[in-house]
């Protein structure tokens, strides 16, 4: 099989049962150590509910990366910037970065959008996009590179998150394999994170773990790491005293635009 990141040989390493139905071969690249499955053909039976039953995390998990992304993006991008978050699920995340002041962006083709309605992103309004965020959906994509190529076709930047791993992490071991509902195909080492700096002419910020950043800008990594930390000390209340919260106004706007299509309507 041929490595879906740097095109190098990938081989097999072992072979797992996943919705307790089908029997899958896993591979890894020798040279850059991305792990993948055989091509995904169960992908339809994985998605029948999008975001999964046994994801009991998805509110504290969301809390969080806002926080982090809030610390970063406000002292170290264009904070009066437009947002992207590809891949956004319910919207949780954009609703949870509006309320902080972040002009966020919702788009996801496979999940209904709850709580970030009347802000879907749209290319064609939406101007350059400062950073894209994209959280827990690396290791969703079947053609990670093709992914990866539609987020930079519009930003400069992609803050995201995914869990790596160093070596060939057992299949007993490894709960990121996620075996029960067989959605993690595409699993990343950090080499294989740095060859896809390097093919895009990218700086790579990691804390080593799971939160990531890939930018043409030159920034510090310990900078980067230090506010991952401090994220976690207070800070996000800080930033919040200076930017301007959208909760009131995106509201008010929605009203509006519910009372125009209506006069329409009429
Ligand atoms: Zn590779």
């Not at 970065?97 to 002009?103: A, E, K, S, V």
């Not at 919702?106 to 749209?122: I, K, V």
């Not at 009131?248 to 009429?266: C, F, H």
Request: aromatic share 16%.
């Amino acid at each position: 099989m041929i490595c879906k990141i740097c095109s190098k040989t990938s081989s097999k390493i072992f072979r797992q049962r996943i919705l307790d139905k089908y029997d899958v071969d896993y591979f890894q690249c020798f040279s850059c150590g991305f792990i993948q499955t055989e091509e995904p053909y169960w992908l339809k039976e994985s998605y029948l509910s999008p975001i999964n039953t046994e994801d009991t995390g998805i509110i504290k998990r969301n809390i969080l990366l806002a926080k982090r992304t809030s610390a970063i993006l406000f002292f170290m991008f264009d904070k009066k910037g437009s947002f992207l978050d590809y891949g956004g699920g319910y919207g949780l995340f954009v609703r949870i970065m509006r309320d902080y002041g972040f002009n966020f962006y919702w788009s996801d083709p496979f999940t209904e959008n709850l709580f970030a309605r009347g802000f879907e992103y749209d290319a064609a309004r939406t101007q350059k996009i400062e950073v894209v965020a994209s959280f827990e959906c690396f290791e969703h994509f079947a053609d990670p590179l093709q992914e990866i190529n539609k987020m930079f076709s519009n930003s400069d930047s992609i803050l995201f998150s995914t869990e790596i791993f160093t070596g060939t992490p057992s299949p007993d071991q490894w709960k990121y394999y996620y075996f029960s509902h067989g959605q993690h195909i595409s699993l990343f080492s950090l080499d294989s994170l740095r060859f896809i700096a390097k093919k895009y002419d990218m700086h790579l910020f990691t804390n080593g773990k799971s939160f990531h950043l890939l930018t043409r800008r030159s920034l510090n990594n310990v900078v980067f790491n230090t506010l991952l930390k401090l994220s976690l000390l207070g800070i996000p209340s800080l930033i919040s005293l200076f930017m301007a919260s959208s909760t009131k106004l995106d509201s008010e706007a929605i009203a509006r635009t519910k009372s125009l299509t209506k006069e329409n309507i009429e």
